[in-house]
């Protein structure tokens, strides 16, 4: 799969001007047919979130979410 050429896409767009850090460190993998979002966070409503600021922009292609949820580990008491 060939990362879009012509500068940023919408959809790489729509996670950069996230404010969240954490979704502005993802990244997109584009074809004419599939969105693929890779990267990791450290939380399912985060990943749920990269999701869905890049669905208004899909244009009729197939949306793939591979972000891994990788907790931040907590420190011991």
Request: glycine fraction near 4%; charge should be positive; avoid cysteine.
């Amino acid at each position: 799969m060939s990362t879009s050429t012509l500068g940023q896409s919408r959809a790489t767009q729509a996670l950069r001007l996230s404010p969240l850090p954490a979704l502005r460190r993802l990244s997109l993998e584009e074809t004419e047919a599939v969105v693929v979002i890779n990267g990791k966070v450290p939380s399912y409503y985060l990943k749920q979130l990269a999701q869905e600021a890049v669905k208004p922009v899909l244009a009729g292609r197939r949306l793939v979410n591979r972000v891994l949820v990788i907790p931040e580990p907590h420190p011991q008491d």
